[in-house]
Nanobody
């Protein structure tokens, strides 16, 4: 069992930066792949970024590649998402997720645990 709590969301102007954090409680955090997803009003939840259990492999949606960076600290049970050059279309609720695979990182059904989400709003 893993419990996930996100933090770091807020309101930022276009071109600005935010850093989201997700803290996990429970057992064996380092055995889980981690992902960030987002959901905008009226849209389906979409994959943003994923990271392997060791941190050695990372994956990004094309829409955020080069602007967002996912990282993890297994000693602190945290995963972070550094978001730079934010755009209004990045506005959404961002969710942290944990899973043990197998299957693609970009598929939500491959994650068994989810946080409650944190709102990110980017103004133009």
């Amino acid at each position: 069992q893993v419990q996930l709590v996100e933090s770091g969301g807020g309101l930022v102007q276009a071109g600005g930066s935010l850093r989201l954090s997700c803290t996990a409680s429970g057992r064996a955090f380092s055995s889980y792949r981690m992902g960030w997803f987002r959901q905008a009003p009226g849209k389906e939840r979409e994959f943003v970024a994923g990271i392997s259990w060791s941190g050695g492999s990372t994956y990004y949606a094309d829409s955020v590649k080069g602007r967002f960076t996912i990282s993890r600290d297994n000693a602190k049970n945290t995963v972070s998402l550094q978001m730079n050059s934010l755009k209004p279309e990045d506005t959404a609720v961002y969710f942290c997720a944990a899973g043990q695979g197998p299957g693609p990182y970009y598929t939500a059904k491959n994650y068994g645990y989810w946080g409650q989400g944190t709102q990110v709003t980017v103004s133009s």
